[in-house]
């Protein structure tokens, strides 16, 4: 248990990063936390331990990010990582991993935004009630990878719920004629990436069945957005061991 008292001493990784940045500001501004590490590409990881940080926050890329992750569990180091790219095989590793090290703690989110969370959430109860579903994930044109991870997760929550529902595939008898104008298929999901700029990231969820549709949508107007979850995350993970995905059960 870590003394309320004490700070929680805190490195973030890919901190010179538009989210990296964010996440030192907000660290710093935080009562309880200590920023103890700014860990930038190129920059030795050993330092966040020789700094003694006690949770390392990773908003990074996804060729790097499980490179971080398993150096951070085998030095003991608790981690809130925001970077996307986990697949169900790449939490599998983590999970190995922790399992050698029993105290250790790693959250990975797909998105840290309140309004994020309860869109994926509201989304998979209405999923059972559709025939159709389909998302538009929408960002900067500065982001390195597509679909979202936010997409992906969605998309996989609702698969999940039609499955249970016992809902077959979604009607679509459109032959693609140009590859990729229906958009990427996630567990059955079409799942299409917008790229412009102004946007920062965004989603809709759209859902249809006879004479009607939902549509459920949201925005991250400002990376300010992920931050209150970013800091509960840290706050938990140290007491926290084992994996967690997502953060909605700590929002509780
Ligand atoms: N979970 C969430 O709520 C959110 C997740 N993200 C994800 O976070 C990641 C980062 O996004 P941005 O900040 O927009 O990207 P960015 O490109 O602005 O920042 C990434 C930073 O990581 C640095 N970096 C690369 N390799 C590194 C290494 N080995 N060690 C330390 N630093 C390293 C880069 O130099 C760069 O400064 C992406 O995967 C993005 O999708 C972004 C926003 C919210
Ligand atoms: O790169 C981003 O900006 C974001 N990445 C995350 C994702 O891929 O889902 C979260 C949010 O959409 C912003």
């Given at each position: 248990?870590?003394?309320?008292?004490?700070?929680?001493?805190?490195?973030?990784?890919?901190?010179?990063?538009?989210?990296?940045?964010e996440v030192c500001k907000a660290v710093d501004a935080a009562d309880d936390m200590e920023l103890v590490?700014?860990?930038?590409?190129?920059?030795?990881?050993?330092?966040?331990?020789?700094?003694?940080?006690?949770?390392?926050?990773?908003?990074?890329?996804?060729?790097?990010v499980m490179d971080n992750v398993h150096w951070a569990v085998d030095q003991g180091i608790n981690m809130?990582?925001?970077?996307?790219?986990?697949?169900?095989?790449?939490?599998?590793?983590?999970?190995?991993?922790?399992?050698?090290?029993?105290?250790?703690?790693?959250?990975?989110?797909?998105?840290?935004?309140?309004?994020?969370?309860?869109?994926?959430?509201?989304?998979?109860?209405?999923?059972?009630?559709?025939e159709s579903a389909e998302i538009i994930e929408l960002h900067h044109p500065r982001k390195l990878d597509?679909?979202?991870?936010?997409?992906?997760?969605?998309?996989?929550?609702?698969?999940?719920?039609?499955?249970?529902?016992?809902?077959?595939?979604?009607?679509?008898?459109?032959?693609?004629?140009?590859?990729?104008?229906?958009?990427?298929?996630?567990?059955?999901?079409?799942?299409?990436?917008?790229?412009?700029?102004?946007?920062?990231?965004?989603?809709?969820?759209?859902?249809?069945?006879?004479?009607?549709?939902?549509?459920?949508?949201?925005?991250?107007?400002?990376?300010?957005?992920?931050?209150?979850?970013?800091?509960?995350?840290?706050?938990?993970?140290?007491?926290?061991?084992?994996?967690?995905?997502?953060?909605?059960?700590?929002?509780?």
């Open positions: 248990m870590t003394d309320a008292r004490e700070p929680i001493r805190v490195g973030v990784l890919g901190a010179r990063g538009r989210m990296g940045l590490a700014m860990i930038g590409g190129g920059d030795w990881l050993f330092n966040a331990a020789d700094a003694g940080a006690q949770v390392l926050v990773d908003f990074t890329k996804p060729d790097v809130v990582v925001g970077t996307t790219g986990f697949t169900e095989k790449r939490l599998e590793r983590v999970r190995g991993w922790l399992s050698h090290k029993p105290g250790v703690g790693v959250i990975v989110a797909p998105n840290f935004g309140i309004g994020a969370i309860l869109m994926m959430q509201f989304a998979a109860r209405a999923a059972r009630y559709f597509a679909p979202s991870g936010t997409a992906g997760h969605t998309a996989r929550l609702i698969a999940a719920a039609r499955a249970e529902a016992g809902r077959g595939p979604v009607p679509d008898a459109t032959s693609e004629e140009l590859p990729g104008a229906r958009g990427a298929d996630i567990d059955g999901v079409r799942v299409h990436a917008v790229r412009s700029a102004g946007l920062i990231a965004h989603q809709e969820v759209l859902f249809g069945t006879q004479g009607e549709t939902l549509t459920i949508r949201h925005d991250s107007l400002d990376r300010s957005s992920f931050m209150p979850g970013v800091l509960l995350a840290v706050r938990a993970v140290v007491d926290r061991p084992g994996l967690t995905v997502g953060i909605d059960d700590l929002l509780d």
